[in-house]
């Protein structure tokens, strides 16, 4: 049997960061500037604390100019607003980063629809959402195009840790013939990550908290991606041998560490390639924060 691939997204994420800061280095000095990100918190949520910093630091270390600004969990709505509109005006920032959960009192939806969608990072405007639907656009959300890098590793020969391998020469993988099963429909991951799958040509499901027979329906799955927030939901009867297993779940595990969606220990021996959490497709989402504002910052700049 053949060993099982660790889809090291930990390693993959520092290859952007290489690939990423040398274009950043030679545009920068092409049109005067670097790409600039702009970061909205808001409240005290000691989670997105450390996302924030984490996205921060590895801007800073991709050469980006970065601004921040933080409001209290008892801003007003046109507060918040203000600050997502001085983001838009402000010349030297391509990409906005509003960081979710916002506080209760807070409408997600108005503020991101506020952000100007060429300079929507995340790729959650419903602009940039209707252009993925209608298989264009140039933002896509930074999770779902992080896992399929993680699928275009899986089913490559790239020698995973290998210090000299650059993100652009990874071959995009046809899923042609192959059936993709999303565990998990949200606007965030689940439900765009079934457009890039079809995108590739994959059969995909959906499945979710009503779905009937889960197990039944993902073990079709010659790729499953798990993302709905329960703590080792994806068993080992849950999988098809051979599969691909991309595990987005982020969960605190009663030890305190972080714990995935899948039974890594359970899955691993069957899969033909799995992501550990950590180090999966957590770095891999922050790398595309990266790769989404130099998108928009060379686009910016035509
Ligand atoms: P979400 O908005 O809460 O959506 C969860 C989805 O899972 C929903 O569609 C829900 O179904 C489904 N679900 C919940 N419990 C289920 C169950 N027992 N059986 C089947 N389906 C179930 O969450 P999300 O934002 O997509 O995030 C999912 C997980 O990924 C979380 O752990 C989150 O922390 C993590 N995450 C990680 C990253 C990363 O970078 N690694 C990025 C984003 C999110 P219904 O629609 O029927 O309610």
Redesign the pocket.
Known sequence: MTQTKRLDGKWLSSRFQAEISSIVNSESKRVGRAPGLGVILIGDNPASHAYVANKEKLARACGFYTEEIRLPSTVSPSEALEAIQSFNKNPQIDGILLQLPLPAGLNQDELLDAIDPAKDADGLHPLNQGLLLRGGGHLRP??PL?IMHLIDLALSEVEIGSADFLPSQLPKASLAGKRAVV????????KPVGMLLLERNATVSY?????KD?PLVTKEADVLI?????PQ?VGERWVKPGAIVID????RAASGGLE??VDFAAVEPLAAAITP?PG???????AMLMHNTLRSFLDRMK
Do not use: F, Y
């Open positions: 930074c999770t992080g565990l998990g429909r949200s606007i965030l991951v689940g499945a979710h908290s009503k779905t889960l798990a993302a709905v927030g329960v939901l987005v779940g982020i969960n995935g969606d959490v999966g497709v957590g770095p891999m989402t922050v």
